[in-house]
């Protein structure tokens, strides 16, 4: 684009943002001026008849004072209760009181209510904790033993009322919130005790002992199940003796030879954990009295260390407190009681509900209910009192902020030059210039306006490769004076955007946010730089990271000999974190070991804390037996690995299954598999379905149903949006919806709550596509944006839109919504495309959280840049960026960031420029390009 074009584009995208913004204001008065109602929700009722009515006693206490005092503005308030019994893992009876925020939206100068936005919500829950198990008196499901308290340590604000600090909140559909709790519990008691380090390291001790006793058997398995298939090969192969002596051969004596190798590993590995267990323990008595708040090592897998506070990765452990519960004469007496009010941040009307939630909580009254069969009478006018704390002063009238949920972001001193102050420091009479800078770590960045300047050099750090830190002008403006801040020096392999650098004295001067960082960085290196994989040796990117962490985090596949802890022998899955360094291959075994078959296409999601992918790999976890492909989650919250495709009562699937991607809010997985036993959905005459996968519930079920057959009906290479609300999957079949004559592939669409498929491949026009130039066994990819407006894909069909005279493949954006087509794969005078785009047949393409960006890879060279480059196209101006702009190298599938600030791709030749000289493999490998279009990688924007 041109400097003049992007001008223009520039102050249109000003003048457009100023009408949104003014018509927000005008949408969120008229919301605000709105009364909403009351509503009453359908109950969940289980209670035994006695217990119901100590429930409802409470359960009303809640309610109707807080009827009478709050009225809803902008929403309706909708409440509901669900009222329990004891159950195996809550001993004593529970209750709970939601009160939902159903939020009028503007639709024109209409207020319509939407029904299903209730993200926010306030909620009382009597002898149970909603984020915590604390009845379990059994082992924990996980590798540490115990439980993790993931809302960290409580502060006792009096006697026996606690308050967590706030914690950031996913609320669907890409949207973070912010969630408040409280917790009321017998005076000075917690209805869970903390675990010590000593308690922990004796538990991880007696878990290994366990695990290192039973890998003889487990070798003895996996040995006897390839003695099978050996008789089974030597009846298939009893007339063709040659074969049978190959598969010996290159097969079976291998396979036997590597489980060997692998019990070997194991053996080593949890010895040597062992030992350093027993280390730990000979630690000074006062040390392993601490509260265990552990971090998984990086270095080995066995292994944990410990911390004073809750940094990230850091885990809070908790055991049962049985000795915390009374017996009464009713089990339903409340013992525990919590609160918590959850909210979007960033919406005015929540924000309001959020604050009157808290001006009406009456804590004391609250904690009144503890061990009575009833509460004490209160007043339904009875004023709200400002709440205290343990030193008697007032707490402020609110505590809701309205503001984005806290981020990791890490703030360093910054260097200054030629005395120019880069933080505040002491005040100061007068308005200074000041912002935020997110740098890579020892960079110096020069930023100037009119006569001053400034330059910042981030503090290098071995834990920190890139970070944020403010600085500040020492000249001072007057009022109504107006700056315009730009970059005035940055290295040439480095890129810089400024966000609100433009603007007036004093209302704009602390407001200005600096992203910079490398044209093309190297991603695939190991955490100490040491170690590269190059382009031929690397594949399948994924990019994750959003709300301050853009593009931060990466996972991919390589089989590099050496990298990250590979043997070399099979590919790997490696996660890394590009502002920290650290590389970590991921697709390990509980012994540590790397997996014993080859992994393939990881995705990731948008918090960068779950991967999933596919391998055939026996050893990641226990019990893997089917002999096939399946599909593993990995958790960074515990460094372990789940098998993700099960059968319907939890045991082995009995088929091959691929092709898996994970929702953006990490709760759902869609992925291909011909096995017959996930579901209770026949197969039919279908031979592979698309599976939907419920993480929370633990529950799968196929969405490729054929409607009239109500078996499966064919389906590969699914997609899945943010919220896991919409799938999007290829088929041949023509009975999946009415009509279907073309007798081709299709794309169909699954929408939860909806009945049906939906086909969404038609033409420009709205007719059914050719056949083009393509097989008729050909699969694609189709990729949804996380919002699920948008989903691309690729055909060489000649009548997908006006003017496609040639047989190349082109990349097609269909809005879901509107029903809208266009090509992304034209040039900016409108001709096709002179080669097919992407290279590969139906290749996944690159979609960003909103659709506004799509990344392709092609062969045409009249798109901007010669064949074997990488393109971004914007579906709202329908124009073009140059992601690689070179000659006589290959190029990999990219992969597109949150917002589209940063497309993750491999190339064969080495981008990454550092001091004139290149950095990294002179292979090429994976590279991040910072396109600027959005946040950086540790920018609040």
């Given at each position: 684009m041109t400097s003049a074009m992007e001008k223009y584009v520039f102050v249109l995208l000003l003048f457009a943002t100023a009408i949104t913004n003014a018509q927000d204001n005008d949408c969120v008065s008229r919301q605000m001026a709105k009364a909403g109602k009351w509503t009453k929700l359908k109950e969940t009722v289980k209670a035994a008849p006695a217990d119901l009515a100590v429930q409802r006693r409470f359960y009303n206490a809640v309610h109707d004072p807080l009827q009478v005092a709050y009225q809803p503005r902008g929403l309706d308030a909708a409440y509901s209760g669900s009222f329990q019994p004891a159950q195996y893992s809550q001993p004593i009876p529970y209750w709970y009181y939601t009160l939902f925020a159903e939020r009028y939206i503007c639709e024109g100068d209409a207020l319509v209510l939407n029904k299903f936005d209730i993200t926010s919500m306030f909620r009382v829950e009597f002898n149970y904790v909603s984020f915590v198990e604390i009845y379990d008196t059994a082992a924990a499901d996980n590798p540490l033993g115990f439980r993790v308290l993931r809302e960290g340590i409580p502060e006792e604000m009096r006697p026996g009322i606690w308050q967590f600090r706030d914690a950031t909140t996913s609320l669907g559909a890409g949207l973070e919130g912010i969630t408040k709790n409280w917790l009321i519990t017998y005076d000075g008691q917690l209805p869970w005790t903390f675990v010590t380090r000593r308690e922990f390291l004796q538990k991880r001790k007696r878990l290994l002992q366990k695990e290192l006793a039973g890998e003889s058997t487990r070798l003895k398995e996996k040995i006897a199940g390839w003695e099978e298939m050996k008789k089974y090969k030597e009846q298939e192969y009893k007339s063709d003796p040659a074969k049978l002596a190959a598969y010996l051969s290159g097969t079976h004596n291998p396979a036997i030879e590597r489980e060997k190798a692998n019990y070997q590993r194991s053996i080593a590995g949890y010895q040597n954990g062992l030992e350093r267990l027993d280390d730990q323990l000979s630690a000074p008595a006062d040390e392993l009295n601490k509260r265990a708040i552990v971090i998984k090592s990086t270095q080995n897998n066995f292994d944990y260390g410990f911390t004073d506070n809750m940094v990230p990765f850091a885990e809070l452990l908790i055991k049962p407190n049985p000795a915390y519960f009374k017996k009464y004469a009713s089990g339903a007496v409340p013992q525990m009681i919590t609160v918590s009010i959850r909210y979007d941040a960033k919406n005015a009307v929540m924000v309001e509900f959020a604050k009157a939630m808290e001006q009406n909580l009456r804590l004391d009254y609250l904690k009144s209910f503890i061990g009575k069969s009833a509460p004490a009478a209160v007043a339904a006018a009875l004023p709200v009192k400002p709440q205290t704390g343990s030193n008697g002063n007032k707490a402020p009238e609110?505590?809701?902020?309205?503001?984005?949920?806290?981020?990791?972001?890490?703030?360093?001193?910054?260097?200054?030059?030629?005395?120019?102050?880069?933080?505040?420091?002491?005040?100061?009479?007068?308005?200074?210039?000041?912002?935020?800078?997110?740098?890579?770590?020892?960079?110096?960045?020069?930023?100037?306006?009119?006569?001053?300047?400034?330059?910042?050099?981030?503090?290098?750090?071995?834990?920190?490769?890139?970070?944020?830190?403010?600085?500040?002008?020492?000249?001072?403006?007057?009022?109504?004076?107006?700056?315009?801040?730009?970059?005035?020096?940055?290295?040439?392999?480095?890129?810089?955007?400024?966000?609100?650098?433009?603007?007036?004295?004093?209302?704009?001067?602390?407001?200005?946010?600096?992203?910079?960082?490398?044209?093309?960085?190297?991603?695939?290196?190991?955490?100490?730089?040491?170690?590269?994989?190059?382009?031929?040796?690397?594949?399948?990117p994924a990019v994750a990271g959003m709300d301050g962490e853009e593009g931060r985090y990466i996972c991919f596949i390589s089989w590099t000999k050496g990298f990250a802890g590979n043997d070399g022998k099979f590919r790997q899955v490696f996660w890394r974190d590009r502002n920290t360094g650290i590389t970590k291959m991921i697709s390990v075994a509980p012994d540590g070991s790397p997996a014993d078959a080859d992994c393939a296409l990881p995705t990731i999601s948008a918090d960068g804390k779950k991967v999933v992918f596919e391998s055939k790999a026996t050893n990641l976890v226990t019990g893997d037996q089917n002999k096939a492909k399946d599909i593993f989650l990995w958790r960074a919250s515990t460094n372990s690995i789940e098998l993700v495709s099960k059968a319907a009562d939890g045991g082995n699937s009995n088929g091959e299954s691929y092709d898996a991607m994970i929702a953006g809010n990490g709760s759902y997985v869609v992925f291909t598999s011909d096995a017959v036993n996930m579901t209770s959905v026949p197969r039919g005459r279908s031979q592979y379905n698309i599976f939907l996968r419920d993480l929370p519930e633990g529950k799968t079920q196929m969405l490729s149903v054929d409607p009239v057959t109500k078996t499966g009906g064919n389906g590969i290479k699914a997609s899945i949006s943010f919220d896991g609300s919409r799938v999007s999957f290829c088929s041949p079949s023509n009975t999946l919806v009415a009509n279907d004559n073309n007798n081709l592939w299709d794309i169909f669409l699954w929408e939860k709550g909806r009945g049906g498929l939906r086909r969404i491949s038609f033409t420009q026009d709205g007719k059914e596509r050719n056949q083009g130039d393509e097989s008729g066994s050909r699969q694609v990819s189709s990729t949804l944006s996380g919002n699920g407006q948008y989903v691309v894909y690729s055909t060489t069909a000649s009548n997908m839109v006006p003017g496609d005279v040639l047989k190349y493949q082109d990349v097609f954006v269909y809005d879901i919504n509107s029903n809208q087509l266009q090509v992304a794969s034209f040039s900016n005078n409108g001709e096709p495309g002179n080669h097919d785009s992407p290279i590969e047949q139906g290749e996944r393409l690159a979609i960003s959280y909103d659709g506004t960006w799509v990344a392709f890879s092609t062969k045409a060279s009249n798109l901007g840049a010669p064949g074997s480059n990488i393109i971004l196209y914007n579906t709202q101006t329908k124009t073009k960026q140059v992601v690689t702009d070179t000659k006589g190298s290959y190029v990999g599938r990219p992969a597109i960031s949150y917002s589209g600030s940063y497309v993750v791709f491999g190339k064969s030749e080495a981008l990454d420029q550092r001091s004139g000289a290149a950095f990294g493999d002179n292979g090429g490998g994976l590279f991040a390009f910072f396109t600027g279009n959005g946040p950086c990688r540790d920018c609040e924007y």
């Open positions: 609110t505590a809701v902020p309205v503001q984005k949920a806290p981020t990791s972001t890490k703030i360093t001193k910054a260097t200054p030059d030629k005395g120019m102050a880069t933080e505040p420091g002491p005040k100061q009479r007068g308005n200074y210039v000041s912002g935020i800078l997110s740098a890579p770590a020892g960079i110096a960045v020069t930023v100037g306006y009119g006569n001053n300047e400034l330059t910042i050099t981030p503090q290098k750090s071995k834990e920190q490769l890139y970070g944020s830190n403010p600085f500040r002008f020492t000249s001072s403006l007057k009022n109504g004076e107006s700056f315009d801040l730009g970059i005035r020096k940055l290295p040439g392999n480095l890129k810089a955007v400024v966000y609100r650098g433009k603007g007036n004295v004093p209302e704009d001067t602390g407001k200005i946010r600096v992203g910079v960082d490398y044209k093309y960085e190297l991603l695939s290196r190991s955490s100490d730089d040491k170690k590269f994989s190059n382009f031929y040796e690397t594949a399948a």
